[in-house]
């Protein structure tokens, strides 16, 4: 069974940053990719990153720039560092991995930015 645990949320002002940690519960390059979602209240789930087992990284445009996927192999943990966040990345924030046709989410960590 897959366990994927976020952690590092929390509340911060406009213009700071946080780093987001997904731990998983085997080998991260036993998943063919992974990635961060966010849901925000009334919204549908967005895909914020992502990154597949061969190191491709995909960010949509409103997050270019500020926030960063990575990985370390040794702790099976994906990051996602988050730089000059806006009132708008407020959501909960989900980590996903994504191994053949199967998905899998983590509980969700919140993100609170405060204007």
């Known amino acids: 069974q897959v366990q994927l645990v976020e952690s590092g949320g929390g509340l911060v002002q406009a213009g700071g940053s946080l780093r987001l940690s997904c731990a998983a519960s085997?080998?991260?390059?036993?998943?063919?990719?992974m990635g961060w979602y966010r849901q925000a209240p009334g919204k549908q789930r967005e895909l914020v990153a992502a990154?597949?087992?061969?190191?491709?990284?995909n960010y949509p445009d409103s997050v270019k720039g500020r926030f960063t996927i990575s990985r370390d192999s040794a702790k099976n943990t994906v990051f996602l560092q988050m730089n000059s966040l806006k009132p708008e990345d407020t959501a909960v924030y989900y980590c996903?991995?994504?191994?053949?046709?199967?998905?899998?989410w983590g509980q969700g960590t919140q993100v609170t930015v405060s204007s």
């Open positions: 990154i597949t087992s061969g190191g491709y990284t």
């Open positions: 085997g080998s991260i390059f036993s998943f063919d990719a």
């Open positions: 996903n991995a994504a191994k053949r046709l199967s998905l899998y």
